[in-house]
């Protein structure tokens, strides 16, 4: 099958892919961890400093108001991406687990009382974990766990039990980035709105592998981070239902997110200044913009076949070597691999394959629920995004040949 | 360190890992430890026979990956027959020797073997885990 588009084009767009690693080319298959970055994203960064090395809305002088205009322009970059209704609702965190942090400790504090519940799932990332457990702790609430089964698929059914009248806020990932599993988003705030509870959907893993419609997806909160679409570190997403932002207290406070202060009494900004203290991340905001908008250009349909036909090619040849076990069989699948090497510990798998250029991640993924339930000590992870190709696949199959070998 | 001597490390791990001295447990024991690696699930267990201040024998278990298991085997071999005083000031001197500034032991120092886990900083710990565990062992009694 071809590609469905010039896969050198865009690679050449990367400079990061032309590493040399232990003397072997790059084999990047973390992509769930972080992205590297396409060179427009590079200039728009080094461009905001050399261009609009300002602060963002203080100045009345030329250097602020290009910055200004180039930071604010990622609202409506950012909404589009996300089909939110306003750019109003667009809040520029530090990534998704701040995200997660500001609606937890916003919306959570106002909308939690002892004795309500909050319900998320056993395949959640630490971001979207801890925060509830803080939250629940802080509230008296009670933190309900929906299952995943063997096949790393949600355990829907327990659902209807789980969320009852006091169910306040529902938080769920899009996509999982230790099994890839892709979640029935939209069935899950269905069930969460008949009784009125929030719902926040972590979007970080499925951001890159768009589009997203938070329309559609009914949530009231979407959040993801820059660095994993192919933007910078350090910046991200946190999109708001405008009608619940108005009602929540701010997070932080400091300067920008006020309209006057003085000792008798402080005003808060407009939503959604409201949530945006002090000196943002402006260069990463921006970079971030250049990123959404490189990603928009590509064709989403494209990079999905694209994706697919690796994840289906590395699912064919992880089946065939003989002492590797995937890890999850979930129904609909990211371009997310979970598995382990028999007899091989996976920080030793993670070292040969280093050694052979080829770049996965190994550990629990900031999911020690998900390896307890599969009753692994950690995994071997591989990750795919636009930029890799079949020969990244059969670099890795090459490179998991050899640690047999070694520890055979 | 050049390839060969990257070579030479993998080499003595994967002799070590699939042929580990002092591997099991030692009863009668006069000090114990165990040790854990939270970040990724390596746990080290080492038992001491300790007589006149002196390591008579050590035994050690390990769960987990090939550094942590070869480390803790080789960590035997240096301390086995020395003195308490020895086997921490070994272990203090291996920490330091694996500081990314540090110059490279020489070829005929006993901690000379566990130099190439330098190649690997992301596994340090993996290595240094049989050696805190140690220090803990000998700092307890039974």
């Known amino acids: 099958m071809a590609h469905p588009f010039d896969i050198g084009s865009i690679r050449s767009q990367f400079p990061a892919l032309g590493a040399v690693v232990h003397g072997q080319p790059l084999t990047y298959l973390d992509n ?3 992205t590297q970055k396409p060179t427009v994203v590079l200039d728009a960064i080094r461009d905001a400093y050399v261009q609009a090395g300002a602060n963002v809305h203080r100045g009345v002088h030329a250097l602020s108001a290009e910055a200004t205009a180039r930071y604010e322009a990622v609202r409506g970059i950012a909404q589009a991406f996300l089909n939110a209704p306003s750019e109003k609702e667009i809040i520029f965190t530090s990534g998704t687990t701040e995200a997660i942090n500001l609606v937890a400790q916003s919306a959570g504090r106002v909308r939690v009382a002892p004795g309500d519940n909050v319900v998320i799932t056993e395949m959640e990332h630490h ?10 702790a802080e509230r008296q609430a009670q933190l309900r766990v929906l299952p995943i089964d063997d096949h790393g698929d ?3 059914e327990r659902l209807p039990v789980l969320i009852d009248p006091r169910t306040r806020i529902v938080a769920v990932s899009h996509i999982s980035n230790s099994l890839g599993t892709v979640n029935p988003v939209v069935d899950i705030v269905d069930q969460a709105k008949e009784v009125g509870a929030l719902t926040v959907i972590d979007g970080a893993q499925a951001a890159p592998h768009g589009p997203i419609d938070v329309q559609a997806l009914g949530c009231d909160f979407y959040a993801f981070s820059g660095h994993k679409v192919f933007g910078p570190t350090g910046v991200g997403v946190l999109w708001g239902r405008r009608s619940i932002l108005e009602t929540i207290p701010p997070y932080k406070g400091g300067g920008d997110m006020i309209l006057s202060v003085s000792f008798e009494g402080t005003t808060y900004n407009e939503v959604p200044y409201k949530f945006e203290a002090g000196t943002p991340n402006i260069a990463g905001v921006i970079g971030l913009g250049a990123a959404l908008r ?11 076949l694209h994706e697919q036909d690796l994840l289906s090619r590395t699912l064919d040849m992880l089946d065939s070597m003989p002492g590797i076990r995937i890890i999850g069989e979930p129904k609909y699948r990211a371009a ?5 090497v028999q007899g091989v510990h996976p920080h030793d798998v993670g070292t040969v394959l280093d050694l052979e250029g080829v770049a996965v991640r190994t550990g629990h993924h ?37 640690v047999q070998g070694v520890f055979a | 360190m050049t390839a060969d001597a990257k070579a030479l490390y993998q080499q003595r791990v994967m002799a070590h890992y699939k042929a580990p001295h002092n591997e099991g447990t030692l009863d009668p024991r006069t000090h114990e430890a165990k040790g854990d690696n939270p970040l990724c699930g390596d746990r080290v267990t080492v038992h001491l026979d300790l007589r006149d201040g002196r390591i ?33 000031r070994l272990s203090a001197r291996l920490r330091e020797s694996l500081l990314p500034d540090s110059p490279p032991l020489p070829d005929d120092d006993p901690l000379a073997a566990f130099a190439g886990v330098r190649l690997f900083p992301t596994r340090t710990r993996c290595a240094t885990l049989a050696w805190e565990t140690l220090e803990n062992a000998l700092d307890s009694q039974r």
């Open chain 1, 127 to 136: 971001s979207n974990l801890v925060p509830w457990q803080m939250l629940c």
């Open chain 1, 32 to 34: 769930a961890s972080t």
């Open chain 1, 154 to 156: 949600l355990r829907l």
């Open chain 1, 336 to 340: 997310v691999v979970s598995f382990d």
């Open chain 1, 366 to 402: 900031c999911t020690q629920p998900v390896m307890e339930h599969f009753d692994v000590p950690a995994t071997v992870r591989a990750s795919f995004a636009v930029y890799n190709t079949r020969e990244d696949v059969d670099r890795l199959a090459a490179a998991l040949k050899k």
């Open chain 2, 56 to 88: 008579e024998a050590i035994a050690f278990q390990v769960r987990g990956c090939a550094i942590a298991k070869a480390s803790a085997s080789m960590m035997t071999t240096v301390v086995k027959g020395r003195s308490a005083d020895e086997a921490r």
């Open chain 1, 294 to 304: 490189y990603l928009s250009d590509l064709d989403f349909d494209a990079i999905a």
